[in-house]
């Protein structure tokens, strides 16, 4: 399928913008790069990940009441460990302020969790197959029940630690990860998830469609109005796109959101790295469930000097690692943007790849990772990946330049940025298909992606065992007796399958079934296409690759985000869970350049299996009045998608008191001088639905009403 350029209709009023040093090692790098102060003039970035290592914002928890929370410091700090105490506070509300028990018995010099050296430092060496991991100290809390206060609801919290004195912090210290503890009653067994990507925060580009309407209209207007919602007034009113993304998302309450990188630009202004981060880190706090997030290639160039990939492992944490959510799914970010330091270095917008890789040192981390997850008795029931690229594309071919600068710095990559034009920069680099195979092998059912701002459905048909012949040749292409073919089927960017033969487990050649323009079938919309449709739908073949459209409408296309509801028990994902919400109608409506009548542009077996995003602007919540009205505080939801939504919101009232009409109260949070409620509503396709919150004149020791 073409590059998406529908929708441009929905939501015309632009979204996006972008507006310190930290050390890390590179990612890939055997050296330590240091980041400079910026040469802008502006004051250092100060980093966000600090003595807390785990949990983070960007590598949450995820527990039950009742149960143990392990808490991660840097143990390079002279923190006096027997002092350490932790509490909760909720992200969204409050002011409340919840004390953890334990502690008592820290385990100085422990292995971290999520800090996976071996995954990021090239030519480092694993002990007996296990990767390596930073040095931490440990503790543990307890959490309490939650009937222990009225005050301790089931919900997103900022981990809070503070220390008593010690020689190089003569008055203690404390540090704090906003929405970095998710407090369950239990974890389900049906995930609620949703998956945003590419918000691209400080991308100008998408100023020039405003540009392009002024001058269209011959009016300041549209350009004025774009500038606002780009760049806005205020800091809070930056890249509207995203946040109107980030609301739509927050509205369906989901139980985990993944984020499949690009969060930044960082291509363009040198300087401009810090600012981006800044304002990506404000947005992206706004996700009001526990985000697991990882980088992609605009957050991991190095810019001025700058090295992107250390900003991100101080602002968000480790680009992989691997966490359990109780025992409904394995959740394993991987890092495709694995290049050296010299790979990434661009000069402005001018850079040699922004295409894919996964380096040996990260695919041995992943395989040992993964083998061990899929051998345990006692592992989740799920397996889910996110990453920025998508390796199940059909890969870039070298040109002969590249493969006559192969292994010289400089020229290679010179060579490498000349087939941009050609291949589109999907997966440059190395290992895609034995990353295909190790997601094959260990069962993952599913890896989120974004890159390519187009919408992507995808199945690796290598596990079939019905014998049937499925690469159009007679042959049973799969993965067996140790051949390495690989098989997909997907629909999107005219690629609905491809196989590949190998000798000596080195991949010699490629046969392109599909497309192909002598096989009827090869066109989605003709009768092939019901059959694409049952090979995505078989779970039990392989891994399912999707793609997401961006939050941002920075290129030109719409943008928007992906949630379904998995049931982490069955065998594998099937695509038809994530719902498209919208009718063919809407599509011919605000499609832009639809093609011709007998080639479409999508068909209904499409929809069937998810193929689109959503796109934002569709799903609105309104919030008018206060409590103490006459007429009280109203909530009104408004859906314009053709599925009936589910979602619950948070409310809060400095009303004594306070009762709620029209939805259903999940849980009330009395935190003196405000009283928050989460309400659960459920608005009909096409419809709308409200409630309203009421309530007695504030008590004594509560303020006024909103």
Not at 180 to 199: Q, Y
Not at 360 to 365: F, K, N, S
Not at 580 to 607: C, H, I, K, M
Request: aromatic letters at 8%.
């Amino acid at each position: 399928m073409e590059r998406r350029t529908f929708l441009r209709t929905v939501g015309a009023g632009a979204l996006a913008g972008a507006g310190g040093a930290g050390s890390a090692a590179a990612n890939g790098d055997s050296e330590a790069e240091r980041n400079p102060t910026p040469v802008d003039g502006s004051e250092v970035y100060v980093p966000k990940v600090n003595e807390i290592r785990s949990p983070l914002s960007g590598v949450p928890e995820v527990v039950e009441a009742g149960d143990s929370l392990r808490v991660e410091l840097d143990a390079n700090t002279d923190i006096p460990l027997g002092t350490v105490e932790a509490r909760l506070e909720p992200s969204f509300g409050g002011p409340a302020e919840i004390q953890l028990d334990g502690g008592d018995d820290p385990i100085d010099g422990a292995t971290s969790r999520i800090w996976n050296s071996d995954a990021e430092v090239e030519g480092s060496e694993s002990h007996d197959g296990e990767a390596q991991y930073e040095q931490v100290d440990v503790l543990e809390f307890d959490i309490p029940s939650l009937d222990s206060s009225a005050a301790f609801t089931p919900d997103l919290y900022d981990l809070v630690v503070t220390w008593d004195t010690a020689p190089t912090a003569p008055t203690g210290g404390e540090d704090r990860q906003p929405r970095a503890v998710s407090v369950r009653r239990e974890i389900p067994e049906e995930l609620d998830i949703a998956v945003i990507a590419d918000p691209q925060i400080g991308d100008p580009r998408a100023l020039q469609s405003g540009f392009d309407e002024a001058r269209d209209e011959r009016s300041p207007d549209p350009f004025v109005q774009r500038s606002r919602r780009v760049l806005g007034d205020q800091p809070d009113e930056r890249w509207a796109a995203t946040r109107r993304a980030i609301a739509e998302v927050n509205a369906l309450d989901p139980d985990i959101v993944l984020v499949a990188g690009d969060l930044c630009l960082g291509q363009d202004v040198p300087g401009k790295f810090y600012a981006e981060f800044e304002d990506a880190w404000t947005i992206m706090n706004q996700v009001q469930a526990p985000t697991f997030m990882t980088l992609g290639n605009h957050d991991g160039y190095v810019q001025s000097g700058t090295d992107g990939k250390a900003l991100y492992r101080e602002t968000f944490g480790p680009p992989s690692y691997s966490v359990a959510i109780g025992d409904a799914a394995q959740v394993v970010a991987v890092d495709t943007f694995d290049w050296s330091y010299l790979d990434r270095t661009g000069a402005s917008v001018a850079v040699s790849t922004y295409g894919g890789q996964v380096r040996d040192a990260q695919l041995a981390w992943l395989e040992s990772e993964l083998t061990d997850v899929a051998a345990d008795p006692s592992r989740p029931d799920s397996i889910l990946t996110v990453g920025h690229h998508n390796p199940s594309w059909v890969p870039d071919a070298k040109n002969e330049a590249y493969a006559q600068t192969d292994g010289q710095p400089v020229a290679e990559q010179v060579a490498r940025g000349s087939r941009i034009a050609q291949s589109g920069q999907r997966w440059t680099g190395e290992n895609a298909f034995a990353l295909r195979r190790l997601f094959d092998e260990t069962g993952v059912d599913a890896f989120f992606c974004g890159h390519s701002h187009k919408d992507r459905v995808a199945r690796s048909l290598a596990n079939r065992t019905d014998g049937s012949a499925v690469d159009g040749d007679g042959d049973d292409d799969l993965y067996t007796a140790g051949d390495p073919a690989d098989i997909v089927a997907a629909l999107g960017d005219r690629y609905v399958r491809q196989s590949y033969s190998s000798t000596g487990g080195a991949t010699t050649g490629r046969v392109e079934n599909y497309p192909d323009p002598t096989v009827e079938r090869a066109v989605p919309g003709t009768a092939d296409a019901e059959g694409v449709v049952a090979d995505l739908r078989d779970t039990d073949a392989g891994t399912l690759y999707v793609n997401v459209a961006s939050t941002m409408s920075s290129t030109g296309e719409y943008w928007g985000w992906r949630q379904f509801d998995y049931d982490t028990t069955t065998d594998g994902l099937d695509p038809r869970a994530f719902r498209y919400p919208v009718s063919q109608a809407f599509l011919a409506e605000r499609t832009v350049n639809p093609g011709p009548v007998d080639d479409p542009r999508w068909v209904a077996e499409q929809d069937e299996v998810g193929f689109f995003s959503t796109p934002s602007y569709l799903l609105d919540v309104t919030d008018e009045g206060s409590a103490n009205s006459p007429d009280g505080r109203t909530v009104t939801v408004t859906n314009d998608q053709t599925l009936t939504r589910e979602g619950a919101v948070t409310v809060s009232t400095t009303a004594a008191a306070p009762t709620v009409e029209g939805g259903e109260v999940v849980w009330q949070r009395d935190a003196d001088p405000r009283t928050d409620l989460k309400v659960a509503f459920e608005v009909p396709a096409g419809g709308e639905t409200s409630f309203t919150v009421t309530g007695d004149t504030p008590g004594q020791g509560r303020g006024q009403g909103r």
